[in-house]
């Protein structure tokens, strides 16, 4: 029998043998039944042939997935990215953009535009998916649809070069006083505010898309709810919508391109956006094309996969808020801020993905001007990275201000991963280099936008991709007449810049307008230049030919096909 | 019946000699042992129990004194070492700050063909030129982790040049001390790639400017570093996060916040709930009925909806720490099991014979209370807490795992575990760590209570 004075000294010892014998065994059990488990997965998943894999080659199919379910697919009321991508394949607008981002012919056959009256011929063979005819009608009906103020949409404002269409979204004018006009089923005339050189691009965006007005009062209230509350004209007509789980779109056969379009269905058969998720669904081989979050690029190397990049022409930037009561309408304040910052080291150290570029302007890099690029021919100007003069404005807008401490400022930013980071890396620098406290409010997107509109921030994490082909689409969102123009500023000098882009019909006048808005940006420093957004995706072997657009659907699988290995 | 002996037998005289007073025997006796002195006599021997009491204890200490030893911001955000697996090498060169590039190529670089280097690779920049190839639409430059093999799987791709000409690029990607095999891949005129194709082997070792050196206080501001000098970059003993803060100090912040929570939270709705069940339980009749209903009415109301709403109510704006909100939550609706547990033993209590014959004396309820029902309970009440501790820093890590616990940049286990399953694959030790510390605490509390409740239960005396 052992004393009770060395059993006092064992207890450490024994019980830490017992407790690691516990470990061990909580290990092995566990290990155990993962394999267990991810047999028995592994004989149910190879048995349920009927789920399909990313690639059906028999019935010429393949699946994807959707980062959300699309809210509605009305078109004239989308406004997010998810909703835009799959009516990219539903439907098709009078004019459509080509594997090389340029206008060609869809509804209409050809247009011509005389200055402030652009007329649309339609072709004969355009069709609903029904059957009937699409018609001049339906794309006045459609527009009138988005401008009515009863209809709350978000992108109305993009009707706005149609005559008196801001005015009929305001509600002072009657919705009949539109300037488009159907002369006949095949002829459209528009007459514009004034004279705008891409007035044919932004016909291919979804909020101009055609309607069936007898189709539209036939589903009382819910087109675009349901896969049978709806007309399709485009490659495919949605035949199948699961809320919350699948969509599925197969080939439209009255449509007048059909030959073009290889594949016979697309399957969105998962809506997920965890990249955990997307990683093993993508190595299953059950969706033929995945976007990559900076985590999962190792695995993507290991695995072999054939990894992609694209640059969807968005930029990323943060923007404060001008309104006189919040202190960062102090322009002091905003170049300290400008001064501590390098938004290299955000991409290449924190973003850390290969499709991303730091962000140096409002004007993306890929935007045209004259002859060569607009960033060419207008360099960005940029704020000097250096910390004493930082301080030294900080002290100068602390005066100005009349306050001892700057108070926390409130920094909105979205609760995407990317958002997440940049968010904590911008407080971490302001709180090293300048001592300011900014707390971080994350928010999902609708709830942000709304937070944005009612101005409860001091600085946002905010982005801007373009809705068509020309450098104003980000020049006006400085504009005091632009609801996007979130932090209220206002300057006569950069609106006068806008005026005289949105006017003009030649290049050099428009582009030197623009280079005068990116000096007057840079001098109030209005914008602190995140990055601009690329995505890196990895594509299934077989599956060629999806593009990724900059302007309406970002990912098109319309001419997608699969090739068979010989 | 028994024979009778004789007496001479047996007995002698000196048998009959009077008893001399000992002073050791009340030595030999057992000595009076209270009940407090008697349990913690029964915990010291479960081993378990006391080896999670000694957990408990230095994790205490790890969440108090931690961060008094080790001075690092858990907020801090090392640049260079973003997700820093522990025991990684930290060896950097010092070379000169970065300039941009021009395209020319340093002397001993010139020469060769093909892809190649124009500059020594570092971590500040990895810089390539090429030569022209005939017959090529344009080139997209690739970077990996292994050798191109036939599969032709070249990676990441980095950049794109839409012409066949000579060329040159700088990458400054996320350059880790490693080595990187890049791939110059022609494409053809659609944008497909040839099976034309150039690669390079670069060894990346790791570098940092002076001014960094000075600016993260690496070297001690007396010494005299020039270019090309070896310094070591910050310590972090467990590694780092995806933002390069360090984990062992992030660990401590989070400590504090789990066992605040965890601690603070079951004292305060243990205590709520033993002054209401004793209340319940003493008074009796109608106003137990009715104070027990009410406890079971509060039972029904569901936890995380409640949690939203105090802080909705409390103005707990995005951005700002919802602690104090879930606290006050886990205090108002977490007492209803410690009240029926107590109401039941006061219930058992007052129809036991003592106190009977203590009333029968004249004691007043007050003295019953306190002389009688409260010791008498206390076990039951210690357990209780106990296992609340750790359901209650459980429910701290889940709540910050779901985001509604710590704002960022404060650290909690619970948050760090979130923002580390993102990264398990690659980063394993940023899910690791927290999880196992929330893992420890809670095993350490349970197993602590297991033997609390063992040592407590004044039934269990007899079979020592």
Redesign the interface.
Same mark, same amino acid.
């Given at each position: 029998m052992t004393s009770p004075l060395s059993?006092?000294d064992s207890?450490?010892r @024994? &019980? /830490?043998k017992?407790?690691a014998i516990y470990a061990v065994a909580a290990v092995v059990v566990i290990t155990v039944l993962m394999v267990a488990l991810d047999f028995i997965a592994g004989l149910t998943s190879s048995g349920a042939s009927g789920a399909a894999g990313a690639v059906d080659v028999e019935n010429n199919e393949i699946t994807i997935y959707l980062r959300e379910e699309p809210p509605q697919l009305n078109s004239t009321k989308a406004s997010d990215s998810v909703s835009i991508m799959v009516l990219g394949h539903l439907m098709e607008g009078l004019l459509r953009y080509d594997e090389s981002e340029q206008v060609e012919p869809g509804m209409a056959e050809h247009w011509e535009i005389d200055g402030t009256r652009v007329t649309f011929r339609l072709r004969g063979n355009a069709r609903w998916s029904n059957g009937q005819p699409v018609t001049a009608h339906d794309f006045v009906f459609a527009w009138k649809t988005a401008i009515d103020p009863a209809t709350a949409s978000n992108y109305a404002f993009i009707l706005y070069p149609i005559k008196n269409a801001e005015a009929i979204n305001a509600g002072q004018l009657p919705l009949d006083s539109i300037g488009a006009r159907a002369l006949d089923d095949r002829t459209l005339e528009v007459e514009l505010e004034q004279p705008i050189a891409y007035f044919d691009k932004l016909t291919a965006f979804t909020t101009y898309l055609p309607m069936s007005e007898e189709f539209y009062r036939a589903t009382n209230g819910r087109y675009g709810a349901d896969a049978d509350e709806m007309l399709f004209n485009g490659p495919f007509i949605l035949t199948s919508w699961v809320h919350g789980s699948s969509l599925r779109m197969e080939k439209n056969p009255h449509y007048w391109d059909a030959d073009s379009v290889k594949l016979n269905a697309i399957t969105a058969g998962y809506m997920a956006n965890d @990249?955990?998720t997307l990683?093993n669904l993508f190595k299953d081989e059950r969706i033929a094309m995945t976007e990559l979050?900076a985590?999962?690029?190792?695995?993507a190397? *290991?695995q072999?996969?054939?990894?992609?990049?694209f640059m969807d022409g968005s930029v990323f930037f943060m923007d404060f808020n001008h309104r006189p009561e919040r202190i960062t309408s102090n322009l002091n304040l905003r170049k300290a801020l400008q001064m501590v910052q390098n938004s /290299?080291?955000l991409?290449?150290?924190?973003i850390?993905l290969?499709g991303y570029l730091p962000a140096k302007s409002l004007f993306p890099i890929w935007l045209q001007g004259v002859e060569k690029t607009f960033r060419e021919e207008y360099p960005a100007l940029e704020y000097p990275y250096d910390i004493a003069l930082a301080r030294q404005h900080l002290e100068l807008a602390k005066q100005e201000l009349g306050l001892a401490e700057i108070p926390p400022l409130?920094?909105l930013a979205d609760t995407t991963?990317v958002a997440t980071?940049s &968010?904590?890396?911008y *407080?971490?620098i302001f709180?090293?280099h300048l001592g300011l406290e900014i707390?971080?409010? &994350?928010?999902i997107f609708g709830q942000r936008i709304a937070k944005m509109n009612a101005g409860e921030f001091d600085l946002i994490l905010n982005g801007w991709g373009p809705d068509y082909n020309d450098p104003l689409t980000f020049a006006d969102l400085f504009a005091s007449w632009n609801l996007n123009n979130r932090g209220k500023y206002f300057n006569p000098a950069l609106d006068e810049q806008v005026r005289v882009a949105q006017n003009s019909l030649d290049a050099k006048t428009r582009m030197d307008a623009f280079g005068e808005v990116q000096r007057i940006i840079h001098e109030d420093a209005l914008f602190i230049g995140n990055y601009e957004r690329g995505w890196?995706y990895a594509t299934h072997p077989q599956v060629k030919g999806i593009l990724r657009r900059v302007f309406g659907a970002e990912a098109d699988y319309s001419r997608a096909y699969i090739e068979v290995p010989d | 019946m028994t024979t009778p002996v004789s007496h001479s037998q047996i007995l002698n005289s000196a048998d009959f000699a009077p008893i001399t007073q000992r002073a050791d025997v009340h030595a030999i006796s057992r000595p009076s042992q209270s009940y407090w002195q008697d349990a913690w006599a029964r915990l010291?021997?479960n081993?378990?129990a006391?080896?999670s009491l000694?957990l408990i204890v230095g994790l205490l200490a790890f969440a108090l004194l931690g961060p008094w030893l080790w001075q690092i911001d858990p907020?801090?955000?090392d %640049?260079d070492q %973003?997700s820093q697996a522990p025991g990684a090498d930290r060896s950097a060169t010092i070379v000169a700050p970065y300039a941009p590039w021009d395209g020319t190529v340093a002397a001993e670089f010139a020469g060769g063909s093909g892809l190649r280097l124009a500059m020594a690779a570092n971590s500040q920049a990895v810089r390539l030129h090429w030569d022209a190839v005939p017959g090529a639409a344009g080139f997209r430059l690739y970077?990996? %982790?292994?050798a191109a093999?036939d599969?032709?799987?070249f990676?990441?791709? %980095?950049a794109d040049f839409p012409t066949p000409a000579a060329g040159y690029y700088e990458d400054?990607?996320?350059l880790r001390p490693d080595t990187y095999y890049y791939t110059l891949a022609v494409q053809a005129a659609d944008g497909t790639l040839t099976a034309n194709y150039q690669t390079l082997a670069v060894p990346v070792n790791r570098v940092i400017t002076l001014d960094e050196v000075r600016e993260r206080e690496l070297a001690p501001a007396e010494a005299a570093l020039d270019i090309g000098d070896e310094v070591h970059l910050a310590l972090h003993p467990l590694g780092t996060d995806?933002?390069g803060r360090d984990m062992l100090a992030r660990l401590m912040a989070g400590a504090q916040v789990s066992l605040f929570i965890g601690i603070i939270a079951p004292f305060l709705y243990v205590l709520l709930g033993v002054a209401y069940g004793a209340t319940a339980g003493f008074v009796g009749g109608r106003v137990d009925q009715l104070l027990m209903r009410f406890a079971d009415f509060v039972v029904a109301l569901p936890f995380l909806l409640f949690m939203i709403l105090f802080q909705v109510v409390f103005g707990i704006?995005?951005?700002?720490s919802g602690i104090v909100p879930m606290l006050i939550a886990l205090v108002v609706l977490a007492w209803p099991a410690t009240a029926r547990l107590v109401r039941g033993q006061i219930l058992q209590i007052r129809q036991e014979a003592y106190i009977s014959a203590s009333r029968l004396l004249g004691a007043r309820s007050s003295y019953l209370v306190w002389r009688h029902m409260i010791p008498n309970t206390m076990g039951v009440i210690l357990v209780t807490l106990t296992f609340a501790v750790p359901s209650a820093i459980f429910t701290e890590a889940f709540l910050s795992f779901i985001?509604m616990g710590v704002?960022?940049?404060t650290a909690s286990w619970g948050s760090m575990s979130n923002e580390g399953?993102?990264?398990?694959?690659?980063?394993p030790h940023e899910l690791i760590f927290p999880s196992l510390f929330i893992s420890i605490t809670v095993l350490a509390f349970n197993l602590l209570g297991d033997g609390l409740r063992d040592a407590l239960d004044a039934r269990m005396r007899s079979f020592e």
């Open positions: 059993t006092d207890f450490v @024994s &019980a /830490g017992q407790l @990249s955990n990683l979050t985590e999962m690029l190792e695995t190397m *290991q072999r996969w054939h990894i992609n990049r /290299g080291e991409v290449d150290r924190v850390k290969p409130v920094l991963p980071v &968010a904590q890396y *407080q971490e709180r090293k707390v971080i409010d &994350a928010q890196t | 010291k021997k081993r378990r006391i080896v000694w907020a801090r955000q %640049i %973003i970077r990996n %982790i292994f093999d599969e032709m799987a990676g990441l791709p %980095i400054r990607l996320d995806y933002l704006g995005p951005g700002e985001g704002a960022p940049p399953l993102a990264r398990m694959l690659t980063h």
